[in-house]
């Protein structure tokens, strides 16, 4: 290999899907302005990660398209696609997207709220089935970080608080995508975000300059790598180290991504891990998202060029660079001697390794028509379907507030003609025998178009839309259904409310299913709800359900 080519497989950079099929190319409007042949016959890159989607049949076409232009390269190395968890209800373009076409299952806290290693697995083995369908190679999941900081916008996508629970579900993750050994039947597990992005100060998240500090007042550092270690022990291919920036510890403050400290020290050499590692996307270069310049997430190297960012990556132990696509950097610090060849073949090595271990050069093809049999087909949905029955959670049940056999219903958040199923659908509560309520997790809103998707701040209602929500609880019997993405502080809301019922992604039919009885919320709280924000801001983030007095402890389920 030239050292261009092999400078091209350091780098795992964004490509948009056209929902037609066909490739991005230059002067296309898309997500990222993209030249997707440039990227793959020029600058000689071979992973990317997907943003967008379409039907099944046109993502099997496109990405068969990228592996003929990829053909035509001297070298002809396939191209290896990764994406962001698509099989729920979040969509935020920086962490996971909407089922579409796929089928859809609750969020990993619902998975966790089942407590279930079992379903973990068969709702992995279907990712897997349906990922491989369209050339999904490589999953940016499973997040096993600690849902620590009540305030943390990236909850929705971990297995809650427990550390104990996410090893044991962690490693029925990995081994549904992987197999016993990654192989042709396998998509790469890419486990993040190492060592444990749960402890944010403040709750902010590190996409943005102010939530780059990461701290443990607890003192419990270590306690944040139990699931990483079962990971580790369950053969995952690939690790992603987070962004944050560790304050007031023994490792050098900078992002995780440069700490040689973490990745070297820690995850290669105490850890023993030998897989691929990853950084978190956009480190080195300030890049436009969603028509915003973003700063890159430099943490603690912000003063250093990207050349020199780049070489303290690699100095760290990082093999990829995701979200970049800058591979002369790479030729240019080899060759004025600031990095070693040898040190980037040792990353190449790995990186080809697993595209032959993939089956990849073996058979870099799908088929559009197996494709479009797979992704979501009705096995599929039907057992999604399931999952988010099973993962609601029954937070109160002060008197069963159904009535009749079709009682009159109000609703609100809920579709009525999904309601219309189950009772009579009535404008004015003052005319129902039962309202049903479903409300989100409040947020603090924020300006940025990227930051608006990450929802952060304050986790209890402003007093007037808390106000509103009482009042109805308060003139008619009311079924609440609160998503969780974040531990909302709803004590009053608990109080009134007839039931109050947690999901973590579910239709509202699954919801009136189990308030009508026709189904079984089996699920437990994956962390505990605090009473107030005084105790949230008072708790320490490295430490797991450490509010005191919480309206409802981590665990807590009741039957309906």
Same mark, same amino acid.
């Given at each position: 290999?030239?050292?261009?080519?092999?400078?091209?497989?350091?780098?795992?950079?964004?490509?948009?899907?056209?929902?037609?099929?066909?490739?991005?190319?230059?002067?296309?409007?898309?997500?990222?302005?993209?030249?997707?042949?440039?990227?793959?016959? $020029?600058?000689?890159?071979?992973h990317? %990660?997907?943003?967008?989607?379409?039907? *099944?049949?046109?993502?099997?076409?496109?990405? %068969?398209?990228?592996?003929?232009?990829?053909?035509? $390269?001297?070298?002809?190395?396939?191209?290896?696609?990764?994406?962001?968890?698509?099989?729920?209800?979040?969509? %935020?373009?920086?962490?996971?997207?909407?089922?579409?076409?796929?089928?859809?299952?609750?969020?990993?806290?619902?998975?966790?709220? $089942? !407590?279930?290693?079992?379903?973990?697995?068969?709702?992995?083995?279907?990712?897997?089935?349906?990922?491989?369908?369209?050339?999904?190679?490589?999953?940016?999941?499973?997040?096993?970080?600690?849902?620590?900081?009540? !305030?943390?916008?990236?909850?929705?996508?971990?297995?809650?608080?427990?550390?104990?629970?996410?090893a044991?579900?962690?490693?029925?993750y990995?081994?549904?995508?992987?197999?016993?050994?990654?192989?042709?039947?396998?998509?790469?597990?890419?486990?993040?975000?190492?060592?444990?992005?749960?402890?944010?100060?403040?709750?902010?998240?590190?996409?943005?300059?102010?939530?780059?500090?990461?701290v443990?007042?607890?003192?419990?550092?270590?306690?944040?790598?139990?699931?990483?270690?079962?990971?580790?022990?369950?053969?995952? *291919?690939?690790?992603?180290?987070?962004?944050?920036?560790?304050?007031?510890?023994?490792?050098?403050?900078?992002?995780?991504?440069?700490?040689?400290?973490?990745?070297?020290?820690?995850?290669?050499?105490?850890?023993?891990?030998?897989?691929?590692?990853?950084?978190?996307?956009?480190?080195?270069?300030?890049?436009?998202?969603?028509?915003?310049?973003?700063?890159?997430r430099?943490?603690?190297?912000?003063?250093?060029?990207?050349?020199?960012?780049?070489?303290?990556?690699?100095?760290?132990?990082?093999?990829?660079?995701?979200?970049?696509?800058?591979?002369?950097?790479?030729?240019?610090?080899?060759?004025?001697g600031r990095?070693?060849?040898? #040190?980037?073949?040792?990353?190449?090595r790995?990186? /080809?390794?697993?595209?032959?271990?993939?089956?990849?050069?073996?058979?870099p093809?799908? @088929?559009?028509?197996?494709?479009?049999?797979?992704?979501?087909?009705?096995?599929?949905?039907?057992?999604?379907?399931?999952?988010?029955?099973?993962?609601?959670?029954?937070?109160?049940?002060?008197?069963?507030?159904?009535?009749?056999?079709?009682?009159?219903?109000?609703v609100?958040?809920?579709?009525?003609?999904?309601?219309a199923?189950?009772?009579?659908?009535?404008?004015?509560?003052?005319?129902?025998?039962?309202?049903?309520? =479903?409300?989100?997790?409040?947020?603090?809103? #924020?300006?940025?178009?990227?930051?608006?998707?990450?929802?952060?701040?304050?986790?209890?209602?402003?007093?007037?839309?808390?106000? @509103?929500?009482?009042?109805?609880?308060?003139?008619?019997?009311?079924?609440?259904?609160?998503?969780?993405?974040?531990?909302?502080?709803?004590?009053?809301?608990?109080?009134?409310?007839?039931?109050?019922?947690?999901?973590?992604?579910?239709?509202?039919?699954? /919801?009136? @299913?189990?308030?009508?009885?026709?189904?079984?919320?089996?699920? !437990?709280?994956?962390?505990?709800?605090?009473?107030?924000?005084?105790?949230v801001?008072?708790? =320490?983030?490295?430490?797991?359900?450490?509010?005191?007095?919480?309206?409802?402890?981590?665990?807590h389920?009741?039957?309906?």
């Amino acid at each position: 290999m030239t050292l261009a080519e092999k400078a091209g497989q350091i780098f795992h950079t964004m490509l948009p899907l056209h929902p037609d099929g066909r490739p991005v190319e230059h002067g296309d409007e898309a997500m990222v302005p993209t030249d997707t042949t440039g990227l793959i016959r $020029t600058r000689l890159i071979s992973h990317f %990660n997907v943003l967008g989607a379409a039907g *099944a049949r046109q993502m099997a076409e496109w990405h %068969n398209a990228l592996q003929e232009i990829a053909a035509g $390269t001297r070298l002809g190395i396939p191209v290896t696609l990764s994406t962001d968890p698509r099989h729920a209800f979040t969509d %935020n373009p920086g962490a996971s997207f909407t089922a579409g076409p796929f089928s859809a299952w609750p969020e990993p806290l619902g998975l966790a709220a $089942t !407590r279930d290693p079992e379903l973990v697995h068969q709702f992995v083995d279907t990712v897997r089935r349906e990922y491989l369908a369209v050339g999904l190679r490589v999953a940016l999941h499973p997040q096993i970080d600690l849902a620590t900081e009540p !305030r943390w916008s990236r909850q929705t996508g971990t297995f809650g608080s427990d550390a104990a629970l996410t090893a044991e579900l962690v490693q029925a993750y990995v081994h549904g995508l992987q197999g016993e050994e990654l192989g042709s039947h396998s998509v790469s597990a890419m486990v993040k975000h190492f060592p444990g992005g749960g402890p944010q100060k403040d709750g902010e998240d590190p996409h943005f300059p102010h939530g780059k500090e990461q701290v443990y007042p607890g003192g419990m550092r270590d306690h944040h790598l139990m699931p990483f270690r079962a990971a580790i022990a369950a053969g995952c *291919a690939q690790i992603m180290p987070y962004y944050g920036q560790p304050i007031g510890t023994d490792w050098e403050e900078v992002g995780f991504g440069f700490n040689h400290g973490v990745v070297t020290g820690l995850l290669r050499e105490q850890l023993g891990f030998t897989g691929i590692v990853c950084t978190d996307w956009g480190l080195l270069t300030d890049a436009p998202i969603l028509g915003e310049l973003h700063q890159a997430r430099a943490w603690g190297v912000e003063h250093l060029g990207v050349a020199e960012r780049a070489a303290k990556a690699l100095d760290a132990g990082a093999d990829q660079f995701g979200g970049e696509a800058c591979p002369e950097v790479i030729v240019e610090l080899v060759r004025s001697g600031r990095v070693r060849e040898s #040190r980037i073949d040792a990353s190449v090595r790995r990186l /080809l390794r697993d595209k032959f271990r993939l089956g990849l050069f073996d058979s870099p093809f799908v @088929d559009p028509g197996t494709a479009e049999e797979t992704v979501g087909n009705s096995e599929f949905r039907a057992a999604g379907e399931a999952a988010q029955r099973r993962s609601l959670t029954v937070l109160t049940n002060h008197e069963r507030p159904v009535t009749g056999t079709r009682p009159k219903l109000y609703v609100r958040g809920v579709s009525s003609d999904a309601a219309a199923a189950y009772g009579e659908v009535v404008a004015d509560p003052a005319a129902a025998e039962l309202a049903i309520l =479903r409300l989100r997790t409040p947020y603090e809103p #924020r300006e940025g178009r990227f930051e608006a998707f990450f929802h952060s701040g304050r986790l209890d209602f402003p007093e007037e839309e808390l106000s @509103d929500i009482v009042r109805l609880l308060e003139s008619v019997p009311t079924l609440v259904c609160i998503n969780l993405e974040r531990p909302a502080v709803i004590p009053e809301i608990a109080e009134k409310a007839s039931a109050l019922i947690a999901d973590y992604g579910a239709s509202d039919t699954a /919801l009136l @299913d189990v308030a009508f009885g026709r189904a079984a919320g089996q699920g !437990r709280l994956p962390f505990e709800l605090p009473h107030s924000m005084a105790a949230v801001v008072a708790s =320490r983030p490295d430490v797991p359900n450490d509010t005191p007095d919480p309206v409802f402890t981590h665990g807590h389920g009741l039957p309906l």
